[in-house]
């Protein structure tokens, strides 16, 4: 039990990480991904409606008629969006105010309403969440990761959290603002799945 | 017909059981979010228009009632002595609604200063309503009988280059919060005191 | 009417809803690969945009507001736009076949399109009037279907090229995106 409920989270942080191997949710990939800071925040954000809905969805999977489930899973997951929104519109205003539109937006992110569909749908409720947080952690550290490599081209700085970075890369580098803006997400992603297949392949 | 029955029943509840929730969670962050707001977006935008005050604008805010629409007024007393209101009204720019927030002195009739609160305009372009403080500072000391639309429509106020649709819309704020002032400024008074 | 062709132009070129606001990328790297699927996809999406775009801010102005539960947005605007694609689909199936043959497999598609879902979004935040929010709708559907043609166009000659083995796909796909959205930020500023 325990193995199988380890298996479910650690395949979402290599074997189907989102967004490279399951190329689902690159909106808020590329929108929000400017810093590290970001990154985390969207990511957490999601990792919580995804746990949440894939639990409350594998509990009422034999209540919810066929027909209407996806209209179910929407209402699901756009309540626990809402509370996400409201609880950081309460307390990490500063978060949600670079976020932006992109937290309501969650509920059109692929990947939550992908795993209710694909998992939650089919297994009881502990393998549900286990799989909802690999999958959430596995697309946070995606975002980490490529908010870290556009913030260090981009700015010269890596910051995780408040406003002092922690590193700061040499004097004299000059920052590709390019990185910053809507191009460099798109060549930034697009390298970083290259790297996966690269490493994949052996 | 029993399938048909099922359906609507399971949808019906859900979508109870979620408004119930929701309705619950913003009860119970309605306030700390009104504090984040009053924090982030306006406090600073208050503390650059009345940079010395010898009360506190934030905490002596009050509401008065502007055609239906409440708008929330933060008096300051300034250090000469005279007494000073800020709120803040909006225009619609490039990116959309500018947030401007518009200090007056009450006992002059002038603009003390404004202040860009929100914005989504283009960064590096129309930003600088808010970043650059020169163009922001046209409007200080300003009487209230001053038109303040752009130069090209006959006003008194220099666009930014590159940015005229952001210049407009900061224009057509200080423009909205000028009759507002000229109209509800008993009511203002009155609460003042 | 000078306002309004501001916004079409910003909505369009500027402020493109794929290459500059990140929105409905899903779809853009999805049925891009095929000139064929991505006109379909366009021409579904300003379809269902508009019609959203219109009832999602009536939703709000008459219903939400009024009854001041605005917090109920997001679950309303997704209830609506699923409900609608439904029976935009219902819709053509029957009275319309010929045009639900074209853009029939696309419309399912669409509820999960956060381009249409994130339209309906700015329309409220940006306090657009009726008449705006329809011209922005519209003016940022033909943006989504304008870089998705242009972007299909590209990919269809990279079928041609040989690409490296790792950059295969959507990586290649990613950095091409990359630099027709390089093209489209010199329109910055044009306003």
């Known amino acids: 039990m325990a193995q199988s409920l380890a298996k479910e989270f650690t395949k979402g942080l290599w074997a189907e990480i989102p967004p490279f191997r399951l190329v689902l949710g690159l909106c808020p990939t590329l929108a929000v991904t400017k810093s590290v800071e970001n990154g985390i925040g969207m990511g957490i954000a999601t990792t919580f409606v995804l746990v949440f809905s894939n639990l409350l969805i594998s509990l009422l999977r034999n209540i919810i008629p066929s027909k209407v489930r996806i209209a179910c899973y929407i209402v699901i997951v756009a309540t626990f969006v809402t509370i996400v929104e409201l609880l950081m519109q309460a307390y990490t205003y500063e978060l949600f105010l670079k976020l932006g539109i992109f937290i309501p937006l969650i509920v059109v992110n692929c990947i939550v309403l992908g795993r209710a569909e694909a998992f939650a749908n089919k297994n009881g409720p502990l393998p549900s969440v286990a799989d909802g947080l690999g999958i959430g952690m596995g697309f946070t550290l995606s975002l980490a990761a490529l908010g870290a490599v556009r913030e260090l081209l981009g700015n010269g700085t890596l910051t995780i959290w408040g406003g002092t970075p922690i590193f700061e890369m040499a004097e004299g580098f000059l920052p590709f603002r390019f990185m910053l803006e809507a191009p460099g997400a798109f060549i930034g992603l697009g390298l970083m799945l290259c790297l996966m297949n690269l490493i994949g392949k052996k | 017909m029993r399938e048909m029955i099922n359906m609507v029943v399971v949808l019906t509840v859900l979508t109870a059981l979620s408004g119930g929730l929701l309705a619950t969670v913003k009860a119970k962050t309605e306030v700390q979010i009104e504090n984040q707001v009053l924090k982030f977006q306006k406090a600073p935008a208050i503390k650059g228009i009345f940079p010395e005050t010898t009360n506190d604008p934030l905490a002596e805010r009050f509401m008065i009632d502007n055609e239906g629409v409440p708008l929330q007024v933060f008096p300051g007393k300034l250090s000469d002595g005279s007494k000073a209101v800020a709120f803040e009204t909006k225009g619609t720019g490039f990116g959309g609604a500018v947030g401007l927030m518009v200090g007056i002195n009450v006992d002059t009739d002038t603009i003390v200063e404004v202040r860009v609160t929100t914005h989504s305009e283009t960064p590096g372009i129309g930003s600088r309503a808010k970043d650059d403080p020169s163009f922001a500072s046209q409007f200080s000391g300003k009487g209230l009988d001053t038109n303040f639309s752009m130069k090209a429509d006959g006003g008194a106020v220099d666009a930014m280059s590159g940015a005229t649709v952001t210049s407009k819309a900061v224009s057509v704020a200080a423009n909205q919060a000028k009759e507002i002032y000229q109209k509800l400024k008993p009511e203002i008074v009155k609460q003042m005191n | ?191």
């Open chain 3, 1 to 191: 009417m000078g306002d309004l062709f501001v916004l079409v132009i910003s909505c369009i070129f500027i402020n493109n809803i794929l290459l500059a606001q990140f929105l409905g990328n899903c779809p853009f790297l999805g049925t891009s690969k095929k000139m064929e699927t991505a006109i379909g996809m366009a021409m579904a999406v300003i379809f269902v945009l508009v019609m959203a775009g219109a009832i999602t801010w009536v939703v709000n102005e008459y219903m939400l507001k009024p009854l001041d539960v605005v917090y109920l947005q997001t679950v309303s605007f997704i209830l609506v736009i699923a409900a609608l694609v439904q029976f935009v689909e219902m819709f053509l199936k029957k009275s319309i076949p010929a045009l639900y043959a074209g853009l029939g497999i696309f419309l399912p598609l669409i509820t999960t399109n956060c381009a249409v879902m994130g339209v309906c979004l700015i329309n409220i935040k940006e306090e657009y009037s009726f008449i705006e929010a329809l011209v922005t709708s519209f003016s940022y559907a033909a943006g989504f279907g304008l870089a998705l043609v242009l972007f299909a166009g590209v990919r269809e000659r990279i079928l041609l090229a040989r690409v490296p083995k790792p950059l295969q796909d959507t990586s290649i796909g990613l950095i091409t995106a990359g630099i027709i959205a390089l093209t489209f930020m010199s329109f910055k500023g044009m306003v």
